[in-house]
């Protein structure tokens, strides 16, 4: 039995060649490059679905612009691991960074807080508003 599995991400530019490589857990390529059905949704963004993945596979799906391999992300696959939300299999994890930024203010006084001290974000929000 193999399931289908669907990968969305950014490579950051638009109007690429996108490729994939599958990979085992030693790193060796699994099988030759996929260089077909990968679709580009628009501003950087690619889509791409697998329809049989192997429920035994474990390793690593690479996406990369075929002109240049360095501009990539990658995806654990864990055939073993796989879940299912309403009949779909779900297993990505993310293993590259590249092409996320952080969204959310920063705030080192709360990040560097010690177990114990007073939080209190309402007050802080609050004063904001006021």
């Given at each position: 039995m193999s399931y289908p599995i669907d990968y969305t991400f950014s490579l950051g530019t638009a109007g690429l060649t996108v490729n994939a490589q599958l990979y085992t857990t030693a790193g060796?390529?699994?099988g030759a490059a996929i260089t077909t059905g990968i679709v580009e949704l628009g501003n950087g963004w690619y889509s791409y679905n697998y329809a049989a993945?192997?429920?035994?596979?474990?390793?690593?799906i690479k996406f990369y612009d075929s002109a240049d391999a360095s501009t990539c992300v990658y995806f654990a696959v864990?055939?073993?691991?796989v879940g299912s939300v309403d009949?779909?299999?779900v297993e990505l994890e993310a293993l590259?960074?590249?092409g996320y930024t952080l969204t959310s203010d920063y705030d080192a006084a709360k990040t560097a807080a010690q177990a114990g001290?007073?939080?209190d974000l309402l007050d802080t929000?609050?004063?904001d508003v006021v």
């Open positions: 060796a390529a699994s993945m192997a429920p035994t596979f474990r390793g690593s864990d055939g073993v691991n009949g779909v299999a590259d960074k590249t001290d007073k939080m929000l609050m004063e």
